[in-house]
């Protein structure tokens, strides 16, 4: 069993950046892939960016190309999203996920890829 905790979100400016954190416990994180997902008021949970079991893949929706990127500190247990240029249209619930798969590819852009999920913490980006 995996527990996972957001942490980081806040209240930003158009332009802002901000780095979401995923702290683990009960489980080493380097077993996983991991992914965060987005959920804006009204719409379906969306996916934004993930890095493979291995580290050596990542993938982002086009909408945060250039600007978002994942990264994990396996000393520390915690996966971070680095959000740059932020825009309105970024606020939204983040969520991290933990997934046991070992494959790559456009299936860790999808949420069945992904066996725990994080309580989310709430990112808003003011125009």
């Known amino acids: 069993q995996v527990q996972l905790v957001e942490s980081g979100g806040g209240l930003v400016q158009a332009g802002d950046s901000l780095r979401l954190s995923c702290a683990a416990s009960?489980?080493?994180?380097?077993?996983?892939?991991m992914g965060w997902f987005r959920q804006a008021p009204g719409k379906e949970r969306e996916f934004v960016i993930a890095i493979s079991r291995s580290g050596g893949s990542t993938y982002n929706a086009d909408s945060v190309k250039g600007r978002f990127t994942i990264s994990r500190d396996n000393a520390k247990n915690t996966v971070y999203l680095q959000m740059n240029s932020l825009k309105p249209e970024d606020t939204a619930i983040y969520y991290c996920?933990?997934?046991?798969?070992?494959?790559?590819?456009?299936?860790?852009?999808?949420?069945?890829?992904?066996?725990?999920w994080g309580q989310g913490t709430q990112v808003t980006v003011s125009s």
């Open positions: 996920a933990a997934g046991q798969t070992i494959r790559v590819g456009s299936y860790l852009t999808t949420s069945r890829a992904y066996d725990y």
């Open positions: 009960g489980r080493t994180l380097t077993n996983y892939a």
